[in-house]
């Protein structure tokens, strides 16, 4: 598919999704948004893609925020509206794909952009890379997941402290506090995250998509995490990979999982 504010490709199971505004920091605007989703969606779909990897174009910013033109008008009922559909179709539909997601951050991550990367399974930084939620400066908050997903990162203590300061806060700062996993070199931002993503697909598809889910459940309050654990764990040992994966253990090979 062709879209205008971002660039999808798919390369070795690997889809590689790219927010291409570059002469606008890649700030996330309508459009952006709603390829985001349309890109997450249909990767879910794909047996083909084994991972995504979520970055900016070029290497000043992943996402440096919202495209603040398109709201400064809004009132209330459009702000809510504007937040709810937000989370519904991208932040949460990249949380809770089956699919693992890492985000690559080059350069800064601010705003909605740090919201986008959180909603992300695993971060990878540049070391130049700054990242922060400053919507208070314009007397707003975060409204795509960020209070949540950042004090369950980071911790109650430390998510009131960035984002009422809404100061940016440093790469090495960031690792130091949880909130991302690997800080590296910026010429190395890209290989970090495919090292992951390659670990990852010669796993069993559906076993990461269920631990995907399972984790998940761990911060949601209005379900039993370890409910949902054991019955992600019983679906996994109906699966074709389950099979595979004993019989290699025990022939002392390695794997080959068809994601049945």
């Known amino acids: 598919m062709t879209y205008s504010s971002i660039i999808s490709e798919l390369r070795n199971q690997i889809l590689y999704i790219t927010i291409n505004r570059e002469n606008k920091l890649n700030a996330l605007n309508k459009e952006t948004l709603s390829e985001l989703a349309q890109a997450i969606a249909s990767a879910q779909n794909n047996e083909g893609v084994r991972g995504i990897l979520l970055t900016g174009a070029g ?24 937040a709810r559909h937000g989370q519904e179709t991208v932040f949460n539909a990249i949380e809770q794909s089956a699919k ?74 960031a690792e130091s506090i949880g909130l991302v996993n690997y800080v590296v070199a910026p010429e190395f931002l890209i290989v970090k995250a495919e090292e992951l993503l390659n670990k990852i697909k010669l ?31 019983g679906r996994c040992f109906n699966t074709q990979d389950f099979k595979e994966g004993t019989a290699a253990f025990i022939e002392k090979r390695k794997p080959i999982f068809s994601g049945k």
């Open 100 to 173: 693992p997601v890492i985000a690559a951050i080059n350069g800064f991550a601010l705003g909605g952009g740090l919201e986008l990367a959180m909603a992300c399974h695993m971060r990878i930084v540049s070391d130049n890379a700054k990242l922060g939620l400053p919507e208070v400066s314009l007397g707003l908050i975060p409204g795509y997941g960020g209070t949540q997903r950042l004090t369950q990162l980071v911790g109650k203590g430390r998510a009131i402290e960035i984002i009422t300061t809404g100061e940016m806060i440093s790469a090495t700062q």
């Open 203 to 233: 796993r069993a598809p559906l076993a990461v998509a269920s631990a995907i889910r399972s984790i998940n459940a761990s911060a949601d309050t209005k379900i039993d995490g370890f409910e949902i654990e054991i019955r992600e764990f």
């Open 59 to 82: 290497q000043k910013a992943f996402v440096a925020g919202a495209d603040i033109s398109e709201f400064a008008e809004f009132d209330g009922v459009q702000g809510e509206e504007l």
